[in-house]
């Protein structure tokens, strides 16, 4: 069964400092998602990708956090420099599509933060 | 208003139990919703999807009532394993289509 993978799966790091996430979608999906979850609370959408532009970037806080997906297959998510309120789950997602009914999306495992 | 709203829990319930999650929505523009399964500190997976008047599956049943902009989530005899968070996800609509996440029922199904 095709899975969305993420890595690294935990990371710790100290406030100040850079951190990269990536993942790798489903293939064939054209759609990629980027999420913070804090927890207790759902996942909150950072950007969205179609292929490799930005669709919605609206929530991202761009003073410390970029993402790219320049062949519009894996993707990464940077912040520089992590804060501790950056600690929490970021989730990537896959979909088909952005239309119904293909916009099902499929998480990868997440890779958790720690900021210290 | 909150974009999605749905009571935090926890629901404990016994083996066998039927149990209903609700949920409400704001945006009138969603066309299509979905109910998400989330362990603890696991991703979330897709339970189910409800593009019309409702889904059912096995145990679960998904109803939808546009006019109230409201969703249900009724599971039937309820297993120790369905013990999770249940997140209610309404599609956003144009422009981008987001999903937008809600907070999440917590079951905790006990023996």
């Known amino acids: 069964e095709a899975e969305v993978a993420q890595s690294p799966r935990y990371k710790i790091t100290e406030k100040s400092q850079a951190v990269a996430f990536w993942c790798d979608p489903i293939?064939?999906?054209?759609?990629l998602y980027w999420y913070r979850q804090i927890l207790g609370q759902g996942p909150e959408l950072l950007v969205q990708?179609?292929?490799?532009?930005?669709?919605?970037d609206s929530q991202l806080p761009k003073d410390r956090f970029s993402a790219e997906r320049l062949k519009g297959v894996d993707s990464t998510l940077k912040i520089q420099p992590a804060e501790l309120g950056d600690s929490a789950m970021y989730l990537c997602?896959?979909?088909?599509?952005?239309?119904?009914?293909?916009?099902?999306?499929?998480f990868g495992p997440g890779t958790r933060l720690t900021v210290l | 208003r909150k974009e999605v709203e749905q009571d935090p829990g926890p629901f404990n319930v016994p083996e066998g139990a039927t149990v209903a999650f609700n949920c409400t929505y704001s945006?009138?523009?969603?066309?299509?919703f979905f109910w998400y399964r989330q362990d603890c500190r696991k991703e979330p997976k897709l339970l189910m999807s409800v593009y019309s008047s409702g889904n059912e599956d096995g145990r679960f049943t998904a109803q939808l009532n546009r006019a109230s902009q409201y969703i249900s989530l009724l599971i039937r005899d309820s297993k120790l394993s369905d013990s999770a968070t249940y997140l209610c996800?309404?599609?956003?609509?144009?422009?981008?289509?987001?999903?937008?996440f809600g907070t999440g029922t917590r079951l905790q199904v006990f023996p």
């Open positions: 990708f179609q292929d490799e532009s930005v669709v919605d």
């Open positions: 996800v309404p599609h956003g609509g144009p422009p981008g289509d987001k999903l937008i």
């Open positions: 293939s064939g999906h054209a759609t």
């Open positions: 945006n009138s523009a969603s066309q299509s």
């Open positions: 997602a896959s979909s088909l599509a952005v239309a119904v009914p293909l916009n099902e999306q499929f």
